[in-house]
């Protein structure tokens, strides 16, 4: 298995995987493919935390440069931007590229897997990839070369974001999409639309995959801290229990999604992860904590959870007579609906079918994972689309696979030609002027 491993993430070709039909920008690609899948496993061996992507920001801003595009730095802390003019009137397009790592140490055997150590919350981790960051940059690079390079086949503007912490900003620290927004990202360039990408274990290297309408959840977090009243455990009549108050809040938020949402609909997830309350068995304490997560698929149904959410934390509390302090949502932190325009996906679908074969684009199911990318549309009033590229390689089970954010996470390097042909061709059917 570690040999087929090794073997797989070595290969430069797309085995196993159906050729696209061969076009110039197929050519392009594979033109580039070594320099791609060089970048990637460069960027892999060295991963950054989030508003910490320092050595990536300067690869990108530098590869950039050489290539003719004007270049911006700093944004959100490191993120950069590029935008390259065909010099004829034409639509303006935005392609976005996360960059940063996670706080996961990696345990997949590889000649390029990271070592990379790294702090967070406090505590030295280990740095790894384990969310294929490291082949959206690559991958977008790749892209931003082969634009340069049919800069006289397309027209209008294209502006390349590559993006630090789409993983969320450190505890205390501002980033990510917002952040972008807040500082300007779109000064000068207001895009006509927006396209991202994503890769993932649950589809093979090859193929990828796009819905019309909602994609991925939105996503808020919560915390509510109970204050009661400290007592002896053997009289607890003296005091009032915050624990007994939190359980009653997480098994009464239960209704929410079951009696309160019309899943009819879009389904929704109300999730705690956290309870914290308490020192010692014989000690009623004073406070009790609990930190949790809301997605859904409609804003609407989004408000709706939250503000039932809040309405129940008090009521049970105030039944108990506890206190209770609520931050619903936890700001900053809130991701909205990452919603595919239904027109523009259609025409990127036709690209992808184009670029791969209409075998290879798949109709994706809805993820209730969450992404920044939407709040980049919403900053710009633009239509986007998302689409997923499979990851894992041909002939393995992607129900049996890694899931993204395990150190076990693996991409098949099909993936890099594969999500670069079909970024690609996406974008030159935007620019040019016969669109599918």
């Not at 797309?14 to 690609?29: I, L, N």
């Not at 270049?71 to 960059?99: C, E, F, N, Q, Y």
């Not at 049919?150 to 993006?163: K, N």
């Not at 969320?168 to 779109?186: K, R, T």
Request: some cysteine; hydrophobic content about 45%; overall charge neutral.
């Amino acid at each position: 298995m570690r040999l087929r491993l090794v073997i797989g993430a070595l290969s430069l070709t797309m085995s196993g995987v159906q050729a696209a039909p061969p076009d110039r920008s197929a050519a392009e690609v594979q033109r580039l493919l070594p320099q791609i899948t060089a970048w990637r496993r460069d960027l892999h061996q060295h991963p950054e935390l989030s508003n910490r992507e320092v050595r990536t920001a300067k690869i990108v801003a530098d590869e950039l440069r050489k290539l003719g595009y004007e270049v911006r730095t700093g944004i959100a802390h490191t993120g950069v931007t590029g935008v390259l003019r065909s010099g004829r009137a034409g639509p303006k397009l935005a392609i976005r590229a996360d960059m940063d790592a996670l706080p996961v140490t990696e345990e997949v055997d590889l000649p390029f897997a990271s070592r990379a150590r790294g702090e967070y919350l406090g505590r030295e981790v280990g740095v790894m990839h384990a969310c294929g960051h490291d082949t959206h940059t690559a991958m977008t690079l790749g892209v931003a070369a082969a634009l340069a390079a049919a800069r006289a086949d397309w027209s209008g503007e294209v502006m390349l974001i590559f993006q630090p912490a789409e993983e969320g900003a450190p505890p205390g620290e501002a980033g990510g999409a917002p952040l972008m927004v807040e500082e300007g990202v779109f000064a000068g360039f207001r895009p006509d639309a927006i396209f991202g990408m994503h890769v993932v274990s649950t589809l093979n290297a090859g193929t990828v995959a796009l819905r019309e309408g909602p994609m991925m959840a939105s996503s808020d977090t919560f915390r509510l801290t109970v204050h009661g009243r400290q007592s002896h455990g053997a009289t607890p009549w003296k005091g009032i229990d915050p624990i007994v108050i939190g359980a009653q809040i997480v098994s009464a938020a239960q209704t929410i999604v079951s009696r309160q949402l019309d899943i009819n609909a879009e389904p929704a997830v109300v999730t705690f992860g956290i309870f914290n309350g308490g020192q010692r068995f014989n000690i009623v304490p004073d406070r009790a904590e609990l930190h949790g997560t809301v997605r859904a698929f409609d804003e609407a149904m989004r408000e709706q959870a939250l503000s039932s959410l809040r309405r129940l934390a008090e009521h049970t509390a105030a039944a108990s007579g506890a206190t209770i302090e609520a931050e619903i949502p936890v700001v900053p932190g809130s991701n909205p609906v990452n919603v595919n325009d239904p027109a523009l996906t259609r025409r990127v679908r036709a690209s992808l079918e184009r670029a791969l074969g209409a075998d290879r684009v798949l109709e994706a199911k809805r993820w209730t994972a969450s992404e920044d990318f939407p709040h980049l549309a919403i900053a710009a009033k633009a239509p986007s689309v998302y689409f997923n590229v499979g990851a894992t390689p041909p002939g393995q089970d992607p129900a049996t696979a890694p899931s993204n954010h395990s150190p076990r996470f693996f991409v098949d390097e099909a993936a890099l030609q594969t999500g670069t042909r079909a970024m690609l061709q996406a974008s030159l059917d935007y620019l040019s002027a016969v669109r599918p």
